[in-house]
């Protein structure tokens, strides 16, 4: 069974040819009476194509939830007047890779819309149009990655404390899937570390212990030897002493 992603970021592609989608269009961005949370939307009639010709003018619209849910919730969310927008549902990892994409700030080579051609409800999209917050996001994810590097033994608990006693929550419960993977792998090769030291050691033992069976064996051989010589002496003199 595949993963349910859950998400407060859901975005719609709709086309104002198709009479579902206008009306749908209108309800949102103008009479605002579907959806009790924050939204940015922009008309997109200057994308192309690869042959160069330019595509059927649509809209982006990228809805910021209060709350986690999944692509199905949303869409239930949607009045069944408008059986189509399904079809027409795309899913965005981050709330500021949405936003960015209305105005393909982020794809150089795709046209480049005016923010000012966004239409939006309660939602600030200057902050995630401005390259500084996601700089201070990754900032931040960067020192919650630099602290584990610098204490590997600290236990979760004791992690999530510094995360928030830091302020640092909001970049940790969103990059947690990432993180949690990282420390997997440290745990990994921490544990690769101490079986190659072990094996290290079995093999030094496994040496000293060879050298050792080998030095017995020749001290064995010696003190054969010495057997047979104490044995040999020992008949030598008997045998002279009944000569004389």
């Known amino acids: 069974m595949s993963k349910v992603i859950r998400s407060k970021t859901h975005c719609l592609e ?3 040819d198709c009479i579902d989608h206008m009306q749908l269009i209108n309800d949102i961005l103008y009479n605002q009476v579907m959806f009790e949370c924050g939204y940015a939307a922009i008309l997109h009639d200057m994308d192309r194509r690869e042959d160069g010709e330019l595509k059927k003018p649509h809209y982006h619209i990228v809805f910021a939830l209060s709350r986690e849910c999944s692509k199905d919730a949303f869409i239930k969310r949607v009045h069944s007047a408008y059986p189509t927008i399904a079809d027409n549902y795309f899913y965005s990892d981050s709330r ?3 936003i960015r994409y ?14 000012s051609l966004i239409i939006s409800h309660e939602l600030n999209i200057d902050r995630y149009l401005n390259r500084q917050f996601i700089a201070d996001e990754e900032d931040k994810i960067i020192k919650i990655l630099d602290h ?7 236990s ?8 928030l006693n830091n302020n640092l929550w909001s970049e940790y419960r969103r990059s947690y899937i ?15 570390d101490v079986a190659k030291e072990l094996f290290r050691v079995k093999r030094d033992i496994t040496a000293q212990l060879e050298h050792f069976q080998e030095g017995m064996y020749n001290l064995k051989k010696d003190v054969s030897k010495l057997n047979n010589d104490r044995v040999f002496y020992i008949r030598e003199i008997d045998r002279k002493e009944e000569l004389h």
């Open 102 to 115: 209305l105005v393909h700030a982020d794809d150089p080579d795709k046209f480049q819309y005016n923010p």
């Open 156 to 163: 979760r608990e004791e992690l999530t404390r510094w995360v």
């Open 96 to 98: 500021e890779h949405g």
């Open 178 to 192: 990432i993180i949690n993977d990282i420390i997997k792998e440290r745990k990994q090769d921490k544990y690769y």
């Open 14 to 16: 709709l086309y104002p």
């Open 148 to 154: 584990i590097q610098s204490y590997p033994k600290e």
